[in-house]
Each structure stands twice: as structure tokens, then as C-alpha cells.
């Protein structure tokens, strides 16, 4: 599944558009998406002004959120399991002090020290495209590891479906609290039924914090 993934976003995305088509489309996304109604994290920087440290952004693909990050954290680390995003990362923001981690979150929470106090993680879609049984050791260690930090998740969430399929992975509510269980979440996003049948009663995006 892991696999399925990272071939299918190198073919449709980092192999098909040139670096100028990147330099538009992230500036457009800083510009529009980082504080939209799935993500609000101008929103969850402004309820905890003092979490500046670190902010760590799992799946970073065309780099765009670090580099919007870099603007409130000292340190930021993007991790990618595609080396074609990560080329091209370092292509589009070279001299930014972003720290670009090839491989995938439950692997390089493993060997890389990453600071746990004073943290920002987050997703944009990420778990949306892959299997429980590989997030879950993701999220054990985020759950076991932070203190005084903030979660930012654009990830599906509903309050009774629960979809665990290639590429359409929907979690109840209940799921992720029990697996993020040290963290107090809250449930904002919107209902994303305006996008089509399949996602009635589903919504997307949520924060969290740990003392």
C-alpha cells in the first residue's frame, strides 16, 4: 500500500508538472489553504503563541506548508516517502532552513531525534491515502512523545463511519481519540458531502493538544 502510494503521487504529480507549475501552485496554497476551514492553523498558531520550537510536517510532498511554516518555528522538518518531492523541495526552497527527511513518518520517527516539547505536527491529506496498519505506529509514537505541543490533522473523520480501503480511508472520531488518547482533540472540519455521495456524514480536519 505504501508502495501504491508513492508511485501513484511521483506519476500524477512530481513527474508531471515543471518547477515553474510548483512555484504557483504552493504559492497559491500558502495564500488560500492555511488557514481554510480544514486546516485553521494561523487559527491553532494564534491558541498557543508559545509553541514556536518545532514544527514537523508529515508527508510535505511539494514543500509548500514548511515553507509557510518556516515563518513562525525556529526548526522544520518535512518528511516525504517520495525522493522525486524531496528533489524537488530542495530545488524550489533552496537556503530555507528546512530540514527534508526522505522516507515515511513511522520510520523516521525512529531514527531521527526529533524534539518533542514545543511541537507543531501536522498533515494535509496524508492518512486519507494510507492503511490503519500503517499509521497506527505513527501515531502511537505522537502519542507517547509530545508534550506541550499542537496537532493540526486535514484527515477524514466521521462520528459512525468508519472506511479502511486504498486511497479513501475514513476513521470515526472514537478511533482517533483512542489513538491519540494523551491528546485533547477538537473537531472542526467541515462536512465534505458537497464533494459527493461517497463522503455523507464524513467531515475533515481536526487540531489537538498535549500538556
Request: aromatic content about 14%.
Amino acid at each position: 500500500m505504501k508502495n501504491i502510494s508513492k508511485i501513484d503521487h511521483d506519476n500524477t504529480m512530481y513527474l508531471k508538472h515543471s518547477l515553474d507549475f510548483w512555484v504557483d501552485h504552493n504559492k497559491q496554497h500558502e495564500e488560500e489553504a492555511f488557514n481554510n476551514e480544514e486546516l485553521k492553523i494561523k487559527t491553532l498558531l494564534e491558541k498557543y503563541p508559545d509553541i514556536r520550537n518545532t514544527a514537523i510536517d508529515i508527508g510535505s510532498g511539494g514543500g509548500w506548508m514548511c515553507n509557510k511554516l518556516k515563518e513562525y518555528f525556529d526548526v522544520v522538518y518535512g518528511i516525504e516517502p517520495s525522493k522525486k518531492a524531496i528533489d524537488l523541495c530542495r530545488e524550489l526552497y533552496k537556503g530555507k532552513k528546512i530540514k527534508w527527511v526522505h522516507g515515511y513518518s513511522e520510520d523516521a520517527f525512529k531514527v531521527i531525534n526529533f524534539p518533542t516539547k514545543n511541537v507543531l505536527i501536522n498533515t494535509c491529506s496524508v492518512f486519507i491515502h494510507i492503511d490503519d496498519e500503517y499509521i497506527i505506529p505513527t501515531l502511537k509514537w505522537i502519542n507517547e512523545n509530545f508534550n506541550n505541543s499542537m496537532l493540526s490533522f486535514q484527515e477524514f473523520w466521521s462520528d459512525t463511519i468508519h472506511i479502511n480501503k486504498p486511497l479513501h480511508n475514513c476513521r470515526t472520531k472514537e478511533w482517533w481519540c483512542n489513538h491519540l488518547s494523551n491528546w485533547e482533540l477538537d473537531f472542526h472540519g467541515p462536512d465534505m458531502s458537497e464533494h459527493g455521495s461517497q463522503y455523507h456524514n464524513i467531515s475533515k480536519g481536526f487540531h489537538g493538544y498535549i500538556k
